[in-house]
């Protein structure tokens, strides 16, 4: 058998080809050193996280909660979270504390698409404003910490977001208009901070929106029009916040919604009979506000509320005898109004409690064990 011999040159070509593919998936040496930066404004002291972030190793090459992309060796994520079920947690039998602050540098890291630094709940400061230049970045997710300030005003530039998780921060200032320019985004949510204002008009813009998160927060004003077009909106909370106004007829008509959460805030009017109607619930919480009028006596076969909340208003009136022709409600919560008249028998009255329908006027019958 002849045996083949490599020329000089196809060694050379071989070396070379070696060399370059060692380059590439190294580790970028301006993303090193803006990790390095990063690393340098925090301090992790019970988990020791840190400790495979070495100066003197690759950064794409076993730190900790970093992934490089193979061919570049850019930086693409960066998913460090405190609540994690990683080995290193469990090994712990704890979760982990972060203290410090989001260093600018991590806006150098250009080719990034997730940052993840959630549920540390010691991590302060502001946001970096720069952070909008980062023009790869898909999900953000800083919550469950002390961030404070605003809402990057540019917030609208990164154009690939999907997912913005600011929620349980210290953060303030109204949501940006230029918010309801990312045309991807699919998951915001904001809940628990001061963040005050009104929801943007033309909030119904963010058309790829399933899950809008905002309950305990400033927020005022009412519901703007343009949520009415929002087709894959399936989760909306708005709870514990400053709304006000009537709940508008088209929220009744929302293709997707299963989950709409009001309660706690200033609402005033009747309900909607397209609210109770809609065979698309899951959860109705309209609890603690200023609604008026009987309730909708709109219940059908189709009616299906694994909770449905309508305590702490004004309702007066009966309680309407369609509600026994459900497909299925699971908890029914009409306490603290002002109804009137005897309990349906039937399902689902006969499997709830007393605290269901206290503090009315003169509701009578059923679990209350009050003669009508």
């Not at 309730?295 to 004004?314: E, M």
Request: overall charge negative; glycine content about 10%; hydrophobic content about 35%.
């Amino acid at each position: 058998m002849t045996k083949l011999l490599a020329s000089p040159l196809t060694s050379l070509l071989a070396v070379a080809f070696i060399s370059v593919i060692t380059v590439v998936r190294s580790c970028s040496p301006t993303d090193q050193t803006a990790l390095n930066a990063f690393k340098s404004s925090l301090s992790e002291p019970n988990l020791g996280i840190f400790n495979t972030w070495s100066k003197n190793t690759d950064c794409c090459k076993g730190w900790y909660g970093i992934s490089c992309d193979p061919d570049s060796g850019r930086v693409t994520d960066i998913s460090l979270r405190g609540e994690s079920e990683d080995a290193i947690f469990q090994k712990a039998g704890r979760s982990g504390y972060i203290s410090g602050s989001i260093d600018p540098a991590i806006c150098d890291l250009t080719a990034l698409t997730s940052f993840v630094l959630a549920d540390w709940k010691g991590i302060s400061g502001e946001i970096p404003p720069c952070i909008t230049s980062l023009a790869s970045l898909r999900i953000l997710d800083l919550a469950g910490n002390r961030i404070t300030g605003e809402i990057p005003t540019d917030i609208g530039k990164l154009t690939k977001l999907g997912v913005l998780n600011l929620a349980e921060n210290r953060m303030s200032g109204e949501i940006p208009s230029s918010l309801t320019s990312l045309s991807e985004l699919k998951h915001l949510e904001l809940t628990e901070n001061g963040i005050s204002g009104e929801i943007p008009a033309n909030f119904g813009s963010l058309k790829m929106l399933s899950r809008a998160l905002l309950g305990r927060n400033e927020l005022t004003g009412s519901l703007p029009e343009s949520m009415s077009g929002m087709d894959r909106l399936a989760d909306l909370d708005l709870s514990r916040n400053h709304i006000e106004g009537p709940i508008p007829e088209w929220v009744g008509n929302m293709k997707v919604l299963s989950l709409l959460n009001l309660d706690c805030n200033s609402l005033t009017g009747p309900i909607p009979g397209s609210l109770l109607s809609n065979s698309g619930y899951g959860v109705l919480n309209l609890s603690r506000n200023a609604l008026e009028g009987s309730i909708p006596d709109v219940f059908g076969s189709t009616t299906y509320f694994v909770a449905l909340d309508l305590s702490h208003n004004n309702l007066a009136g009966r309680i309407p005898d369609s509600l026994t022709s459900a497909k299925f409600v699971g908890h029914l919560d009409i306490s603290n109004n002002k109804l009137c008249g005897p309990i349906p028998t039937g399902s689902p009255f006969d499997h709830l409690e007393a605290a269901s329908f206290s503090d009315n006027e003169c509701l009578c019958g059923g679990p209350l064990m009050k003669t009508c």
